[in-house]
């Protein structure tokens, strides 16, 4: 599902326009966002999931097309985990 699609499912659902549901998705979009960027980033949806920032360490790697030896830095990135409603719903 795109963007867009679900602009357009969240404009019927709610019965708003879909300029108002754009809004809505991109104020949702920026607020898990600036919320996983402090340091304890974590957002909660009851029954939907968690989204979590957690760091990955440094790690060796190998680069597939030449087989040199890399070193990959520590940085991070977000996990989600299903919560209970969208796991038996899937």
């Known amino acids: ?13 709610a019965g708003l326009s879909k300029a108002a549901a754009a ?12 919320a ?3 340091k304890d ?5 009851v029954g939907f999931g968690t989204f979590q ?7 060796k790697g190998r680069n597939p097309q030449t087989g040199e030896k890399i070193t ?5 990135v977000v996990k989600f985990v299903p919560g209970k409603k969208l ?4």
């Open 53 to 59: 920032k957690v760091r990955r360490k440094a790690r």
């Open 23 to 34: 809004a809505a998705l991109d104020a949702f979009v920026g607020g898990v966002t600036s």
């Open 1 to 13: 599902m795109t963007k867009a699609e679900l602009v357009e499912l969240m404009a019927k659902d």
């Open 41 to 45: 980033g974590k957002v909660t949806l």
């Open 72 to 76: 990959i830095k520590a940085h991070n």
């Open 36 to 38: 996983l960027k402090k």
């Open 87 to 90: 796991k038996d719903a899937v």
